[in-house]
Structure formats: C-alpha cells, structure tokens
C-alpha cells in the first residue's frame, strides 16, 4: 500500500499508520501489542462502540454524509416522505387479483375477505406512488436551470413512496439520495438511489438533521407514524423559528384533513390561525412543482 500524503504534508495518512501497526501487531504478537490498550484509538470498534463514545458517533454520522454530499455538489434538495407500504399500481392490481381469486375459492372465509379489503386499500393508494415518482422526475428534468438551482430528491431510502421518489428522479437520469436507518427489523434501500449516495444511520436524530440542511422543500404524501413524525418536527423548527421557512406541501388534501383536525388545534389555542400558513394542500405534481419553484424566486 503505498504512502498517502497531502502534498506539503510531512505526516503520513490515518490509513497509513492503520496499515503499519497492523503489520508490526502480526509479526511481533505478543503480551503488549495484542492488548486492546495497544490499538489505535480511531481502529479499535470494540472502543469506538463503547456508551462513553457516543458524541464521537454523533459527530461521524454528521460528517459522513456531508462530506461525501459536498463531494457530489449537492447543495439544494427537495425531501419527500411517506409510506413504505404503498405499492406501484401494477403490483397492488396483482395484489388485488390473488385476493380475489382466493376468495372465490374459499367463498365465507373471514381470512380471505379480511385480505380482500386490505388489497382494495392498497390499491386506492397505488396513485400516491405514482404522483411521487411524477413528481420526482418532474423536479429533477426542470431544476437545474439558468435561473433554477439542481434540486436533488432525498428520501428515507426504504420502500414505498420512499422508492417511488428516487425511482422518478432516476429516471430523470438524476442523482438522487437515500438516508436509510437500521431497524430491528430488515429494511433494505430501493434500488433506485444513487449508490455513492446511499447513506445509513444509527441515530434518527441525526437522520433527520441531514433530512433538513439542504432542504428547499418538503413534500409529505400520505403515511403513518414515521411521515407523521418527520412532518411535525418540520412544522415544529418552523414555528419555532428554528429554521427558515420553506414549503411544506401535505399531498392529498382528503387523507391529511381526515387524518389531522388542524382546524381543531387553532379552536382550542393549541396554534395560532398563522400557524396553518406554514404548509399547504396539494393533489396534483405540476401543482407541487410550480410552488416549489416560485418559492426559490423569493429567495
């Protein structure tokens, strides 16, 4: 491995000294340079995971990202969230037809009635992941213009409108972003983000941090407690005046005016009236598209 040095740099790289101790470990084992004590601090995992190291953690999974994203001149992203669990139309309509076709086989049977609803919701919700992935393309193929910075499209990085985002974005022939995080149980990123750009964390909190410091606009189509959870912190740092205001688009009027009584929480003084002007209802992407572009000329 040869000597990496910055040019008028006297020191050897990190890397360097990784490969040089290990070498001298192997060929002089013994009592002292096989003690966990001997281990360069930044190559012994079993200290670096120590309770005590967390900050040092902290500060890596906000370094990675923003060195590798710098790296890449992504400065400027639009941030789409929702459900993992909404499927592309084709595959609900297969969905639907294995439901059916079992139920007429099995006619009376709770189970597979119980089936046949879940697979007609699904299908009702198919158009979310298709309005996302329009969308996605339509921000990649129009941004980056003379008078209209690059907008890269970053998503949680699972399935679902999550995959449906990076997918159109992709198919626009555009870079586009993942910020996965390990879960008790598997998720794998889609297959549609950029590899050089598929991030993992530990941390939710420095997930959603990443989620926000580029961001130009936030766009939450229908979802369940993750979206919920991500929307709400956004709203939260822009009544706060936490962060500079943005658009926040809720995409499917219907679904987010059933699902939140915001109405309600001005009633009873839980926000103030100017409170509802923080984000917007949206059911169409050229609709989307158009406010997210106009808010860039206000800036």
């Not at 996605?136 to 998503?155: F, H, N």
């Not at 995080?181 to 590899?195: A, M, R």
């Not at 964390?201 to 766009?219: D, E, I, P, S, T």
Request: aromatic share 10%; net charge negative; proline share 5%.
């Amino acid at each position: 491995m040869s000597d990496r040095k910055k040019p008028g740099h006297l020191f050897y790289s990190a890397a360097d000294d990784r490969v040089r101790a290990r070498k001298e470990t192997s060929q002089q084992a013994r009592e002292q340079t096989e003690s966990p004590a001997y281990r360069l601090a930044f190559d012994d995992m079993d200290f670096l995971l120590r309770d005590d190291m967390r900050p040092v953690r902290f500060f890596l999974e906000l370094s990675k990202p923003e060195l590798l994203l710098e790296e890449h001149g992504v400065n400027h992203t639009v941030v789409i969230f929702g459900s993992a669990r909404t499927t592309d139309m084709a595959t609900a309509e297969q969905v639907k037809a294995a439901a059916s076709a079992a139920l007429q086989q099995n006619p009376g049977d709770l189970d597979y009635q119980a089936a046949l609803a879940r697979a007609e919701i699904q299908m009702r919700h198919a158009h979310w992941y298709e309005k996302a992935r329009q969308l996605s393309r339509t921000v990649s193929e129009k941004s980056g213009c003379a008078d209209c910075p690059q907008l890269y499209i970053v998503t949680g990085g699972g399935p679902g409108v999550m995959e449906a985002a990076n997918r159109g974005a992709s198919e626009a022939g555009a870079e586009t972003i993942g910020l996965n995080i390990v879960l008790p149980h598997e998720q794998k990123p889609n297959p549609y983000i950029t590899p050089a750009l598929c991030f993992q964390f530990h941390y939710f909190a420095m997930r959603k941090m990443h989620f926000m410091l580029r961001a130009r606009a936030l766009v939450a189509f229908p979802g369940g407690f993750g979206t919920l959870d991500e929307l709400f912190e956004t709203l939260t740092l822009i009544q706060t005046n936490k962060i500079k205001p943005l658009p926040v688009l809720l995409f499917g009027k219907d679904y987010w005016q059933q699902l939140i009584n915001f109405d309600l929480m001005v009633s009873e003084g839980m926000i103030s009236p100017e409170d509802l002007d923080i984000f917007q209802f949206v059911d169409d992407e050229e609709e989307a598209w158009q406010i997210i572009r106009n808010s860039l000329d206000r800036d």
